[in-house]
Every structure is written in C-alpha cells, then in structure tokens.
C-alpha cells in the first residue's frame, strides 16, 4: 500500500513538472512576465498645436467648435482687428507718399516748365542776334571816327551779356530734363523700402490676429468663447493634426535590444481594424518601473523601457488616450 502511494506520488511530481514547462511560457505571457511571446502594452498620445494670438484683444469670431476636422488654411479665430486695420491703411497711405516722391526725383522738370526755359533762350537769342548788328555798326564808326568809343563798348558788353545768358539757358534746359542728385534719390529709395516694411509689419500684425489653421487637423479643445477678453499668447484653440499622432508602449528590458529605429510593429486596439502597423521613433535610454498608466497586478514591478511609433494616418483614426496592445519584437 505504501508502495501504491509513493509511486502515486512520484507520477503526480511527474505530471505537474511536466506541465510546468509545458505551459510555462504561455502563462508568462498571459500574466505580463515576459517571454517571447509576450504583448506590450501602451496607450495612443497627441501632440496638440496650441494657436494663440500675439497681443491681447478681444475675441471677436471663432468659426470653429470642438471635435470638428479643419483643412488646411480655415480660418480658426479672429482678434478685434480695427487697430491693426487702421495701422495698415496708414502704413499703405505712408508708402503711396515715399513712392510718389521716389518717382518725381527720377524724372526731369515737367513739360510746362521746360517750354518756359526754351522760350526765355528764343528769346535771348533773338536780343542777341540785334546786339551782334549793333555791335558791328559801333566798330565800322569808330574806325571811321564818326561813332565813341564809348558806344562801342556798350554795344560789345550788350552781346556778350546776351551770349552768357544764351549760353546760360542752353545748360538750364540739359538740367530740365536730368533727374535729382543720386543721394536725393538714394534717400527717397530708402524711404520707399522703410515704408514697404512698416507696411509688410502691419499686415503680418493682422495675420496673427487671425490666424488659419497650419495644416489638416481636428478641433481638440477651445478655450475661449466669442466677446471673452483673450491675454497675449495664451492659447484659444488646440489643433491635433493626423501626423502628430503616436504609440507609446513598454518593452520588458529583455526584449529592448531588439527595438530599432524605423523598425516595423503590429499593434491592436478595441473597436480597431486588424493589422494596424507602426515605425518606431524612439527608443528611451533610460529604463523605469512599470507607469501608472498601464499597471496591473501582474506587472506592477517589471522593468520596462519606453518607445514611440508613428502610425500610418491613413489607416484609422486613433484618438489619444486610447489603450493599445502591440505585437512581440522580431528578434
């Protein structure tokens, strides 16, 4: 009888080693104890684009609302933009002016004032033409000893004024038709462009106030509702754009080796599409306990090292927070 117990006995050890190492591996698995079919486990993270206005002001429009998709380029608020409207139409007012005078210093005189000058040396030299024959009267008396000498001189000083002045107008109409000196012009062409910028800045201003979205994104959060006075550079939407979507999931320090950049990971989700595919980012150097975010009884002291994958955004839409199960790492 002691027999039948002892060999009853030693069957049983058998039996219950047996399936010890039979089963071993699974049920490492299943308790989250590592092994090399082991899942990990993680959660779906998103990066928001917090959109604040610049300056303070008062929150006129806000043509969208939460959990809404945008495109590229919708307008997503609007700041009470009289100031700035004003301060671009003085700036447009101010650079029409720099430029009217820029281009005036380019040209000559105005035709009006050119026709003067011609007319005042037609004018001169037909005094000149008169002086030159009673210049050559007053020589032939003197030489006779009929006319004075001092005829003569005032016959001959009479022509070489209206020479000079003929010679005068002759180089007042070749200025007419030049532009201003090159400094004058250099300092109007820089007035242009400091006008130009002011202008640039103005409009730049009114920009921030109402900004569009910077690309295709969902609606994650608004802050402020219309007529709220909203301080500068706090936020008044958050916009999360598809591609900043991403898995966050802790591999066991065993199995960390094998992660890689680039590298290919299958991951599940509840209510997801089969065969949803991620490539890592991030490794984490640096290894830590299990986070609150994903401990269980089972896993509550294993040590584990952060990675990230981004997923295809073509194939689901993934919202943040949503808990993830991935795939063993090929060794």
């Not at 993270?45 to 604040?52: D, F, Q, R, V």
């Not at 024959?133 to 004024?161: C, H």
């Not at 109007?188 to 569009?212: E, G, S």
């Not at 943040?320 to 790492?329: E, K, Q, Y």
């Amino acid at each position: 009888m002691k027999r039948l117990a002892l060999l009853a006995v030693v069957v049983l050890v058998c039996s219950a080693t047996a399936a010890a190492a039979l089963w071993r591996e699974p049920l490492m698995s299943a308790l989250g104890l590592g092994g090399e079919r082991a899942h990990y486990l993680g959660y779906i993270e998103g990066e928001t684009s917090l959109i604040a206005p610049p300056v303070a002001g008062r929150l006129v429009q806000r043509p969208v609302e939460r959990g809404v998709q945008v495109r590229k380029g919708d307008r997503l608020f609007v700041i009470d933009p009289v100031l700035a409207q004003a301060e671009i139409a003085r700036a447009e007012g101010a650079l029409a002016e720099a430029r009217s005078r820029y281009e005036n210093l380019l040209k000559g005189k105005r035709p009006e004032e050119k026709e003067v000058t011609t007319a005042q040396r037609r004018e001169t030299e037909a005094a000149l033409v008169n002086a030159e024959i009673e210049y050559r009267r007053q020589s032939e008396l003197l030489a006779k000893g009929v006319g004075t000498r001092k005829d003569y001189d005032n016959a001959e000083s009479t022509m070489r004024q209206l020479r000079m002045r003929q010679n005068s107008l002759m180089a007042q109409e070749k200025v007419n038709e030049l532009a201003a000196r090159p400094d004058e012009i250099a300092a109007a062409r820089a007035m242009v462009d400091q006008n130009q910028a002011n202008l640039d800045q103005a409009r730049k201003r009114l920009d921030d106030l109402m900004p569009v979205a910077p690309e295709d994104g969902l609606i994650e959060n608004t802050f402020f509702n219309v007529g709220e006075w909203v301080p500068a550079g706090t936020p008044v939407v958050s916009l999360l754009p598809p591609g900043r979507v991403k898995l966050r999931f802790f591999v066991p320090e065993e199995d960390v080796a094998h992660a890689r950049i680039g590298q290919t990971v299958s991951f599940t989700c509840d209510s997801c599409p089969p065969d949803l595919e991620a490539h890592i980012i991030y490794v984490s150097p640096r290894a830590e306990y299990t986070p609150p975010v994903i401990y269980s009884q089972t896993a509550r002291t294993k040590l584990v090292f952060l990675v990230e994958a981004h997923p295809d955004p073509t194939q689901t839409r993934l919202p943040p927070g949503l808990p993830i199960t991935v795939a063993p790492l090929a060794k």
